[in-house]
């Protein structure tokens, strides 16, 4: 008998908390999940910095982050072009939650290639991240618009997994090696209620169901045994019990500010671009064009934000506030919280944290190592691998001045957040940055980041891995499913498990 081509099916679940997933694992919630997982495995992985949905996307679909892509926010301003004519500059001030959208694919670097254009017979559903898909392999392009705008404000989610499943089971009907299929029904919930609220489960077991109709349908169709099937998140979240209106905070100070959805400020002297709402990018005089962002040494001097003082130190004395960071006079990344402060460099073999005062992100003092070992040393950290995605953010010359990350249970947006958001997302925070990895292959023993799954992708499908990317060949599902074949039928994803 010819064998199947092999196909990669990648089940996003927007906001999935990896300890809510597991919880309703253990409680024999989500059958079909199990059943998969006798074969295969779960961990946890590291997702991006701001951990937000779009730019938290960009791992598993372009195998970069958001610093590579040049995409450091849902949010942003570009600084060498904004003179402050607000409308007819507006293309310079990007957010991708409203009609700017679209321009998502446009605005990534365009030496980045997405998953649909490496692999042509792929299809997209309810992605926001479509540069390669034609029409054809779009399908949802317009019901995601309709759903999700009525979604947002009638606080109603599940139509959109239902879309999404009615699409995702035409897909696997079809030809298409690599299908891509985001679920936003947990993320819709968590924001308007909290991470185990009973919507947010019940949506969950829903996934679960629609895990279950797909292998089945893939296993009638003789598919099952070479598809591999990834259930993944892009971010985690936390409840929230404190907004501080970020872009409000700088206008209590005498700082006019831009930001979003008004963008029409009068001289601002200060922008604020929220993401999540965990986190933000502060630019300093965004009216004025300049190539190159201020150090944290200028931020510091009143009259950067033309202020009557030193506004990141005010930044840092706020409760809801957890790290801020900037570029740092002498090289690298400057990182504070309050009372400490350190410099991240990136170094010939990974990345050296160096405490001026303190001990800012908590890994227990000056640490160097490669980027594996840094992973490996901080994944359960209360903010893992942040040295890495610190510096990943000032890779993209997009990025803001200031990063201002908030604490747990807080969040920086209060203004214009309508419906309120009850939980969220966005900052360094462990609740945010760990994600669920399912898989119906055996999965690797070692920390991964979600970037390091684009490798496994295209590793499964036989195809060649590109040069330059983030994401790291930790795990090669390809390869171990070759030398499964090679060996012959009696050889199973089981025992594959016991061998590792």
């Given at each position: 008998?010819?064998?199947?081509p092999?196909?990669?099916?990648?089940l996003?679940?927007?906001?999935?908390?990896p300890d809510v997933?597991?919880?309703?694992?253990?409680?024999?919630?989500?059958?079909?999940?199990?059943?998969?997982?006798?074969?295969?495995g779960?961990?946890?992985?590291?997702?991006?910095?701001?951990?937000?949905?779009?730019?938290?996307y960009?791992?598993f679909?372009?195998?970069?982050?958001?610093?590579?892509?040049?995409i450091?926010?849902?949010?942003?301003l570009?600084?060498r072009?904004y003179?402050?004519?607000?409308w007819?500059?507006r293309h310079?001030?990007r957010?991708?939650?409203?009609?700017?959208?679209p321009?998502?694919d446009?605005?990534?670097?365009?030496?980045?290639?997405?998953?649909?254009e490496l692999?042509?017979?792929s299809?997209?559903?309810?992605t926001?991240?479509?540069?390669?898909?034609?029409?054809a392999?779009?399908?949802?392009r317009?019901e995601?618009?309709?759903?999700?705008s009525?979604?947002?404000?009638?606080?109603?989610?599940?139509?959109?997994?239902?879309a999404?499943a009615?699409?995702?089971l035409?897909?696997?009907?079809?030809?298409a090696?690599?299908v891509?299929?985001?679920?936003?029904?947990v993320d819709?919930?968590?924001?308007?209620?909290?991470?185990e609220?009973p919507?947010?489960?019940?949506?969950?077991r829903?996934?679960?169901?629609?895990v279950g109709?797909?292998?089945d349908?893939?296993?009638?169709?003789g598919?099952l045994?070479?598809?591999?099937?990834?259930?993944?998140?892009?971010?985690?979240s936390?409840?929230?019990?404190?907004?501080l209106?970020?872009?409000?905070?700088?206008r209590?100070?005498?700082?006019?500010t831009?930001?979003?959805?008004?963008?029409?400020?009068?001289?601002p002297?200060?922008?604020?671009?929220?993401?999540?709402?965990g986190?933000?990018?502060?630019y300093?005089?965004?009216?004025?064009?300049?190539?190159a962002?201020?150090?944290?040494e200028?931020?510091?001097?009143?009259?950067?934000?033309?202020?009557r003082?030193d506004?990141?130190?005010?930044?840092?004395r706020?409760p809801?506030?957890g790290?801020v960071?900037?570029?740092?006079?002498e090289?690298?990344?400057?990182?504070?919280?309050?009372?400490a402060?350190?410099?991240?460099?990136?170094?010939?073999?990974g990345?050296?944290y160096?405490?001026?005062?303190?001990d800012?992100?908590?890994?227990?003092?000056?640490?160097?190592?490669?980027?594996?070992e840094?992973?490996?040393?901080?994944?359960?950290?209360?903010?893992p691998?942040?040295?890495?995605h610190?510096?990943?953010?000032?890779?993209?010359?997009?990025?803001?001045?200031?990063?201002?990350?908030a604490?747990?249970?807080?969040?920086?947006?209060?203004r214009?957040?309508?419906?309120?958001h009850r939980?969220?997302?966005?900052?360094?925070?462990?609740?945010h940055?760990q994600?669920?990895v399912w898989?119906s292959?055996p999965?690797?023993?070692?920390?991964?980041r979600?970037?390091?799954?684009?490798?496994?992708?295209?590793?499964?499908l036989?195809?060649a891995?590109p040069?330059?990317?983030?994401?790291?060949?930790?795990?090669?599902?390809?390869?171990s499913?070759?030398?499964?074949?090679?060996?012959?039928?009696?050889?199973?994803?089981a025992?594959?498990t016991?061998e590792?």
């Amino acid at each position: 008998m010819r064998a199947q081509p092999a196909r990669c099916f990648l089940l996003l679940v927007d906001g999935l908390r990896p300890d809510v997933a597991e919880a309703c694992l253990a409680a024999g919630d989500l059958p079909h999940l199990a059943e998969m997982l006798a074969d295969g495995g779960h961990t946890r992985a590291i997702t991006v910095f701001p951990s937000t949905t779009s730019v938290a996307y960009l791992p598993f679909l372009t195998g970069c982050t958001p610093g590579r892509c040049n995409i450091p926010s849902i949010r942003w301003l570009d600084r060498r072009t904004y003179a402050g004519r607000w409308w007819r500059e507006r293309h310079a001030v990007r957010s991708y939650c409203g009609y700017q959208a679209p321009l998502l694919d446009a605005d990534i670097a365009p030496d980045v290639r997405t998953i649909f254009e490496l692999i042509p017979d792929s299809v997209g559903i309810f992605t926001p991240i479509a540069r390669g898909l034609t029409p054809a392999r779009d399908p949802s392009r317009r019901e995601r618009q309709v759903w999700g705008s009525l979604a947002h404000f009638a606080q109603w989610h599940q139509p959109s997994d239902d879309a999404v499943a009615r699409h995702l089971l035409r897909a696997a009907a079809g030809p298409a090696r690599f299908v891509f299929a985001q679920f936003p029904a947990v993320d819709g919930y968590t924001h308007q209620t909290h991470p185990e609220a009973p919507p947010v489960l019940r949506a969950l077991r829903k996934v679960d169901q629609v895990v279950g109709r797909l292998r089945d349908q893939l296993r009638r169709q003789g598919q099952l045994e070479e598809s591999l099937l990834l259930v993944v998140s892009d971010h985690g979240s936390a409840a929230v019990h404190t907004h501080l209106d970020l872009p409000d905070w700088f206008r209590a100070r005498g700082v006019p500010t831009l930001s979003h959805p008004v963008l029409w400020e009068r001289g601002p002297r200060a922008a604020v671009m929220v993401a999540g709402n965990g986190s933000a990018m502060v630019y300093a005089r965004p009216g004025v064009p300049r190539e190159a962002r201020w150090p944290i040494e200028r931020l510091r001097q009143p009259d950067a934000f033309g202020a009557r003082t030193d506004l990141v130190a005010a930044l840092l004395r706020e409760p809801a506030v957890g790290l801020v960071a900037a570029e740092a006079g002498e090289g690298g990344v400057w990182v504070g919280s309050d009372g400490a402060s350190a410099i991240v460099r990136r170094t010939p073999s990974g990345i050296s944290y160096r405490p001026v005062s303190g001990d800012p992100l908590g890994v227990g003092g000056a640490r160097s190592g490669s980027l594996r070992e840094w992973l490996d040393g901080t994944w359960d950290a209360d903010y893992p691998d942040a040295a890495y995605h610190l510096l990943d953010q000032f890779r993209a010359n997009r990025t803001g001045d200031l990063l201002v990350v908030a604490r747990e249970g807080y969040d920086f947006r209060r203004r214009f957040e309508v419906p309120e958001h009850r939980a969220g997302h966005g900052s360094l925070a462990r609740s945010h940055m760990q994600t669920p990895v399912w898989s119906s292959a055996p999965l690797p023993a070692e920390p991964i980041r979600t970037v390091d799954l684009f490798p496994a992708l295209l590793s499964w499908l036989g195809e060649a891995i590109p040069s330059g990317l983030d994401g790291e060949p930790v795990w090669l599902p390809g390869e171990s499913r070759a030398r499964a074949a090679a060996l012959g039928p009696r050889t199973t994803m089981a025992r594959s498990t016991a061998e590792r």
